[in-house]
């Protein structure tokens, strides 16, 4: 718990010290809603805001100055509040907000993202290797939502299943499935929306790097805790017994997959992860390719006792959280004979970034034959 | 687009005139978000919303006076701006935002759905018939995200396709399609989110009051046109071709369709309803089943040329619209010797309610043996 509670401390958006001229080739975010010309961003990866409130006292953007406020919006001469971060910020996807005169509201220009347990602004800084989750002309897979029946919590819910091109041309044919989850405060709709999963996987799949396999993403905090409760109160056992005992049977029962453990991962991100790590070990028949996305590390005692049920230990982060860990993970559970892996990407944090990132390199080593 | 345009005008929110004591039964909408206690709705109808901005000078909720500047929140002693609408709000789902100090924004409790070219806030008025679109215990379809090649607009545009429970235990069978279209300034979305299009099928099924089909719904605004610039610049073709050469094909390349005139229908709500009447005139080969919900008529001479060739006409709207309109077009018809049926929704006006309403009672038509 307390690692987990250092990393989400250092998830905040650093940038350059040093001061910078502003170039002013600013363009609309490609996450904006139809039509929005606000919030921009530069070749450099400031972020420009405009927000109309004539009548506000104060407005500011929770991005730009991780800690110290954010950003500060000054009032123009029409009446209309503007403002650019002090410095550039890390490539990819960032969550945000605004506060207006001590509310909290989303930016009407922005699309909306769920994270922090409520639908937050995103804004996407263009990222050098933002290739590879592109929407190209390539063939797509679907990412269909299924409303599966849980009777441990006596409702039915939800899981977005990507299939991948080709599962309706070859009607015989079966995939192996990663079971992949969203961190803290997000849900189901992240690793689609965020993290661009399906077209990191079409991409792949166009490149034929990868054999084509199912994702499956479903909500991970099955017992809620109320915002700002912690994880004191936060416990695994209703979410295990929701993905092994109802969703996997469900999955395996309504798409064509192998349904046995060598052809079965499970990967999360942060909270995912921890939830990953606790799953897999307490299930060694069920998974057998674990990944922790900046969400800690497996230890060689920690998988020992199952050493040859486990295909690949994946274990990554960002450069700006503490790639140590998982690098001195693998190398102990390669120098004990696992196959694990470790990525670090670099230049970012605790953020969808590193996600995309992870699942790229990930994606790949999973399900060899 | 007279017509239309009137519509539109009339689908603010209208309620009863005369004093009531207001009940105080107030319960979290369904269309919050997480753990969200406010906006708040109670058994007669009322609305009541909570906006934490301590130092604004002014806060509005959109709705509750249709036309005359909505609710007027009032600052309480702990500097919470808090409100309740002056009379009841028509059953179902209202889109809605905020004004505070000037600007627009969403209510930070509410979830967002995308209308009025911008995602919105929603609140849900229990309706006494909610029980036809509830999520229950019962097999559930799945709703795809598919991504088609439009080589008409040079990109890969997103559908969703609705597949009924039994897809994937039948595979062999072959269901008829429905294409279904939202309205002005909404999008694909529309229909699974606000209109619940899903469940309602899904416990058409369960109650075996329907063959199943499957649904398509797709974005009908192909050549979009900039907000508050009205339809002057708006032309139907190019989503008739995105529709009938692009994305036709596809889902009778991807999906277990039946894949002919007989057994295809297309329908649309309000500007919907607009291009499916454009559309299937135009295409007498592509579709037999045809629905405007709140979205104009058919005269005898729209259809007299393909009068064999048409199966189903289906007019609908809210009886605070102009029930009159399409009760006697369909009288017109039915003498002319179509199969046309009308439909009114008793008191809701130009919202989904409507629709939700319009698309139960058309799902039994369609496909008749």
Chains 1, 2 share one sequence.
Not at 177 to 194: F, P, R
Request: hydrophobic share 35%.
């Amino acid at each position: 718990m307390k690692q987990f509670a250092l990393l989400l401390a250092m998830s905040g958006s650093l940038f350059l010290a040093q001061a910078q001229e502003i170039k002013e080739d600013f363009v609309p975010s490609s996450k904006n809603q139809p039509q929005q010309e606000y919030p921009q961003v530069n070749s450099q990866g400031y972020a420009r805001f405009r927000i109309v409130a004539p009548a506000a006292d104060s407005v500011r953007v929770s991005l730009g100055l991780g800690g110290q406020g954010g950003t500060k919006l000054e009032k123009n001469a029409e009446g209309v509040w503007m403002g650019t971060t002090a410095g550039p910020m890390d490539e990819g996807f960032h969550y945000y907000h605004i506060n207006i005169d001590g509310g909290t509201f989303n930016d009407p220009g922005a699309k909306n993202y769920y994270g922090s347990v409520r639908w937050e602004s995103g804004i996407e800084i263009p990222a050098h290797d933002q290739d590879f989750y592109a929407l190209k002309d390539v063939p797509h897979g679907h990412v269909s939502q299924v409303l599966f029946p849980s009777p441990s919590t006596e409702t039915s819910r939800r899981a977005f299943v990507y299939t991948p091109p080709g599962y309706y041309a070859n009607p015989s044919k079966r995939y192996p499935v990663l079971y992949l989850q969203h961190g803290w405060g997000e849900d189901e709709t992240a690793w689609s929306n965020q993290g661009h999963a399906n077209l990191i996987m079409d991409n792949l799949i166009a490149d034929k790097k990868i054999e084509p396999f199912i994702i499956v993403m479903t909500y991970g905090m099955t017992n809620e805790i109320k915002f700002g409760s912690g994880f004191r109160n936060f416990s695994f056992e209703p979410f295990e017994t929701v993905l092994v005992k109802e969703l996997i049977p469900y999955v395996d029962s309504h798409f064509r997959t192998i349904a046995d453990q060598p052809h079965r991962a499970m990967a999360g991100l942060s909270m995912g992860g921890m939830e990953t790590k606790n799953i897999t070990l307490a299930n060694p028949e069920v998974f057998s390719h674990y990944g922790l996305l900046s969400g800690g590390t497996y230890s060689v005692e920690d998988v020992t006792a199952n050493k040859d049920k486990i295909k690949l230990i994946f274990l990554s982060c960002g450069s700006k959280e503490r790639p140590d860990g998982v690098k001195n993970a693998a190398i102990a559970l390669k120098e004990a004979g696992f196959n694990a892996v470790s990525y670090v990407s670099e230049g970012t944090a605790h953020e969808f970034q590193t996600w995309r990132r992870s699942l790229l390199e990930m994606a790949p080593l999973l399900f060899k034959k």
